[in-house]
């Protein structure tokens, strides 16, 4: 079956730097996306991976290893407003996008 | 860029109201469209997929006669929640695609409680 794996919460401290994983098993792999979901807000697309390596935007970067099935985010320079959730999910052979369950991110002072 | 607009952001209504989301693409064409589910401190669910000008394709235990949707065009998707009853109630989200590797984009969501 297919099935993406990333922890369901993490706390971290503002100013400081989180790194988010998620491992996956789908059939076939056409990218990788990462999405932030504030509470009883929609998603929002931050990042995109189809090529091994670090794609690297301000504050947020997304590292992926297809060979190892892996992939976080990386969240520099923590601002309370980054509490969120943070979904992880793969685009199959199918181009269907299989999501992960997302975690929960939280940020203190 | 890539703008998805919902519409209504909420609805209230008695059981039994049929009600319709729409969720339109402002500024680019989606080849596909998505409707999702939500219910609280749970994961996006996905509904249905639906391709401009052809049937939509419904996931596992969702009922197609409850949940109609419409793709008329490139740029407009509709839901329609038929008869709508109190478990009906929770967070509706479309997303739009404008190619099969492009990253879906999603609308605000239509929060819907049903009486």
């Known amino acids: 079956g297919q099935n993406i794996d990333q922890p369901t919460e993490m706390t971290a401290t503002e100013g400081a730097i989180v790194q988010i994983n998620c491992t996956y098993q789908t059939s076939g792999f056409n990218g990788l996306f990462w999405y932030q979901q504030h509470a009883g807000e929609a998603p929002t697309f931050l990042s995109y991976n189809v090529l091994d390596g670090l794609e690297e935007k301000g504050r947020f970067s997304s590292f992926l290893s297809r060979s190892k099935g892996y992939s976080y985010l990386l969240l520099k320079e923590l601002q309370m407003k980054d509490s969120a959730s943070y979904l992880c999910a793969v685009m199959d052979s199918n181009y269907q996008l299989i999501w992960g369950a997302g975690t929960k991110l939280i940020i203190k002072p | 860029g890539a703008v998805v607009s919902q519409h209504p952001s909420w609805v209230i209504c008695k059981s039994g109201t049929s009600v319709k989301i729409e969720c339109r693409s402002l500024d680019f064409q989606a080849t596909t469209m998505f409707w999702y589910r939500q219910f609280p401190k749970q994961s996006l669910m996905l509904m249905a997929t639906?391709?401009?000008?052809?049937?939509?394709?419904?996931e596992q235990g969702v009922e197609k006669d409850k949940f109609l949707i419409n793709h008329a065009s490139l740029t407009l998707s509709t839901l329609t929640v038929t008869s709508a009853h109190p478990e009906d109630s929770s967070f509706y989200i479309c997303s739009a695609q404008g190619a099969e590797s492009q990253p879906q984009h999603f609308g605000d969501g239509t929060r819907l409680s049903i009486l």
């Open positions: 639906s391709n401009e000008g052809s049937k939509a394709t419904y």
